[in-house]
């Protein structure tokens, strides 16, 4: 039941095959049992629990129910939660308890969602391992898989299970995990460079970031507004276009949402690919690129052609910029950003009465680690006296690198077609020997562009690693087609039968370990 997808286990409620008490409290268990993931910052267990009980009423009197009623889902600790705790995982917002609900979260709950928990994060959603929180690195569940551990064995690496672990990716390491430890049947990230994208496919899940403007960002603590996308993690991408049908739209509170009506996303189950054109950017085969991800993208070629669709090299010549050109821009928004958190408003205040200025610099110093810290300085240098030489420049490049995109899709190209990320996810010991803005830099090389030229992309994994860990590509649409980019991706999707299959092993290799590990006794946050 745990490892199906939101259709199903909606079926499996209406039909009564569980009550919405009885799914949520074996999420609930299972989220114990699965504690030493370390996926969720904040478990809602009382909250999830009554409004699970308000929805069996529902179902059991027949009342009208809402697209996900009953069923629980699991939201980034950066989207604010009336009532729950909300900290993005640094000091300085523990303990603070938001007023209100991200529209978004706000859309779920309409729909009858069962809120489970906030999960981990990098702090403030800077970083792409999920390592870089107060609350310590979230684990891969695939770290537990036993094709895995088998194949760790006979590469004679150490049994130790502590030196094996992998990393989520990131920044929304936390919601792609809790998907993949089956604790929930669809969960929210946030996606600036690839937070989305990264650990949904570092993780064997569906990971959606749609065109920007096209969902509401209010209540999203922001890193980079100008590039901010709430993401939607699921098992399969008919799952996530269910989820975009219900956030998508006009939001008064967010003036970058478009104003045009949204029709719902539904998408055929047969489609004819024969007479579409995929663009595969030349850029994206850097030497970098694992020899399995390059394998896996021909095959997808292939396949693709096999059908009968033309499947062209393109150029996206400014690519090469995309990372220093993201970083201008990063810096400078967080610095404009973070100038908030000044221990009046929110959270954390350091006890300093020699001067306010004192306050302000104590609790900022108290408040971040090293990678905010940091960012916030680059950007107080990039925006003081060099504005012209560095924020205005890099916004004429993010047009450049916007413009090769919307170029490529006016020559023809209906959907580009890429690697998510360089490989298959790192163990821990080997992640954290570069430092957090180098390996942003190399695990979004294929997705930050994306968030500055505001496109839908998903992420849809594809297959299992020689190491048995899973792999996914990623398919990028034209602004606001995305529904035509998710109808591509569930045609793949239905060719490599990934979730079907490796999901499901998964999951029954991972309860057997997860039972082992003996921790359910730990008690909830
Ligand atoms: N890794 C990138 C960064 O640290 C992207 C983060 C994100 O998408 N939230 O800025």
């Not at 991408?237 to 009506?261: E, N, R, W």
Request: with cysteine; aromatic share 8%; net charge negative.
């Amino acid at each position: 039941m745990l490892g199906q997808t939101l259709r199903e286990v909606s079926v499996a409620l209406k039909q009564g095959q569980v009550t919405p008490t009885e799914l949520c409290q074996r999420c609930l268990s299972l989220i114990k049992t699965t504690k030493f993931l370390n996926v969720y910052i904040i478990v809602s267990e009382e909250v999830a629990l009554k409004q699970a009980e308000e929805s069996k009423k529902k179902y059991e009197e027949g009342h009208s129910l809402g697209d996900l009623d009953g069923i629980p889902i699991a939201v980034k600790d950066n989207f604010s939660t009336s009532g729950i705790e909300t900290t993005c995982a640094p000091n300085m917002l523990k303990g603070y308890v938001p007023p209100y609900n991200a529209i978004v979260v706000q859309k779920l709950l309409d729909q009858g969602a069962l809120l489970t928990g906030k999960t981990n994060l990098d702090e403030f959603a800077m970083g792409s391992g999920s390592t870089d929180g107060i609350f310590g690195p979230v684990k891969n569940p695939w770290s537990y898989s036993k094709q895995y551990r088998e194949k760790r064995k006979q590469n004679s690496h150490s049994e130790n299970e502590d030196s094996n672990w992998l990393i989520t990716g990131g920044s929304s390491g936390g919601s792609a995990a809790a998907m993949s430890a089956f604790t929930c049947f669809a969960a929210l990230g946030s996606d600036t460079g690839g937070s989305t994208r990264n650990p949904a496919a570092h993780c064997g899940v569906v990971g959606l970031i749609p065109s920007y403007g096209l969902v509401s960002h209010h209540g999203v603590i922001p890193l980079v507004n100008s590039m901010d996308v709430p993401g939607i993690l699921t098992r399969c991408v008919d799952d996530a276009a269910t989820v975009l049908g219900i956030l998508a739209g006009h939001d008064p509170k967010d003036s970058t949402t478009i104003q045009d009506p949204v029709k719902p996303f539904t998408l055929p189950s047969l489609t004819d690919v024969s007479k579409l054109c995929i663009g595969i950017p030349k850029e994206y085969l850097t030497p970098e690129l694992s020899s399995e991800v390059q394998s896996l993208l021909v095959q997808t070629a292939n396949l693709f052609e096999s059908e009968g669709a033309k499947v062209i090299e393109v150029s996206l010549p400014h690519t090469s910029y995309s990372i220093v050109c993201y970083h201008v821009l990063c810096t400078s928004e967080v610095a404009s950003n973070m100038a908030r958190f000044d221990g009046l408003e929110y959270g954390h205040r350091c006890d300093n009465d020699v001067s306010t200025e004192a306050m302000h610099a104590a609790t900022r110093r108290e408040g971040f680690n090293d990678v905010v810290r940091g960012r916030i300085l680059s950007g107080n240098f990039l925006l003081k006296e060099n504005y012209e030489n560095y924020f205005v420049k890099a916004q004429k490049v993010r047009r450049l690198i916007a413009n090769d995109f919307v170029n490529v899709f006016n020559s023809g190209v209906d959907v580009l077609l890429t690697p998510t990320t360089l490989s298959e996810a790192m163990p821990y010991t080997e992640f954290i020997k570069e430092d957090n803005r180098t390996r942003s830099a190399q695990d979004n090389i294929f997705t930050q562009a994306i968030n500055m030229a505001g496109l839908p992309a998903v992420s849809v994994p594809m297959a299992l690693s020689s190491q048995a860990l899973p792999i996914g590509l990623q398919f990028i649409g034209r602004a606001f087609c995305d529904q035509q980019l998710l109808t591509v991706a569930k045609w793949f999707e239905k060719q490599v039968q990934f979730p079907v299959v490796q999901l499901q092993e998964l999951m029954d290799d991972c309860l057997a370990v997860f039972e082992n590990e003996k921790l359910a006794s730990v008690s909830l946050k």
